[in-house]
């Protein structure tokens, strides 16, 4: 099994909602990863964690708050979003973070509108 | 610095041979990588080469490194409408964490 899930793979939601984003792998990989990607825009990383904590925040609002509950599962808790945080959000994993990255696999992505 | 670029654009013939070119600016980049991603699509890992290699083969596939120039190519043998998709480049920095810096993406576009 080489596959990153996440789940939604489409969402809407309002400024005043909360929501969140999961992502589950079964690869036994100690890292993962939040990419943000615009349009026609390369991924931009949010977040990274390994180990199950949080190594990298890249100066990311409060308004998005990742989890690692456990080594298989990140999830991307929304809250108090705006237009402008529409994007698809992307999971990635990879078997360790500080040593030699040979391979990210990613998710498909979710695909985020906010309204 | 971490900067990835790549030109936007590439259109060739199907049967041709597509080459995507890409510099870099981080020294200490460690693995660099060629993604594909196809509308509405996740990303897909096509192939990576270490920092030390300067040339790495996979069917259709070859990637070059000229790692003094900081430059990568990925070329695809016999271009197919399939390969139609934007090709990120990226690379892993081996700094106090890995990071994977990406590339704007090249669109390559197939024609008959």
């Known amino acids: 099994d080489t596959e990153v899930t996440q789940t939604p793979k489409h969402l809407v939601m309002g400024m005043t909602n909360k929501k969140s984003l999961k992502c589950e792998q079964h690869?036994?990989?100690?890292?993962m990863y939040w990419y943000k990607q615009k349009a026609k825009k390369p991924p931009e990383l949010m977040f990274v964690?390994?180990?199950?904590?949080?190594?990298i925040n890249e100066s990311v609002p409060s308004r998005f708050s990742p989890e690692c509950p456990n080594s298989s599962l990140l999830n991307l808790h929304l809250h108090a979003l705006q237009p402008e945080d529409s994007a698809l959000y992307l999971c990635?994993?990879?078997?360790?973070?500080?040593?030699?990255?040979?391979?990210?696999?990613f998710g498909q992505g979710t695909r985020l509108t906010v309204v | 610095g971490e900067d990835v670029e790549q030109s936007l654009f590439l259109s060739v013939r199907e049967g041709d041979s597509s080459v995507i070119n890409c510099t870099y600016t981080d020294s200490s980049s460690t693995y660099l990588y060629w993604y594909k991603q196809e509308p509405g699509a996740g990303l897909q890992l096509l192939t990576y080469i270490f920092s030390n290699m300067d040339m790495k083969q996979d069917q259709r596939l070859t990637v070059l490194l000229n790692k003094k120039d900081k430059h990568l190519s990925l070329r695809i043998a016999d271009t197919q409408t399939g390969d139609s998709a934007i090709y990120f480049c990226a690379e892993s920095i081996r700094s106090s964490a890995s990071k994977i810096i990406f590339g704007s993406g090249t669109r390559l576009s197939i024609r008959p």
């Open positions: 690869m036994g990989h100690r890292a």
């Open positions: 964690y390994s180990y199950e904590k949080l190594s």
């Open positions: 990635a994993s990879s078997p360790h973070e500080t040593d030699v990255n040979t391979e990210a696999f």
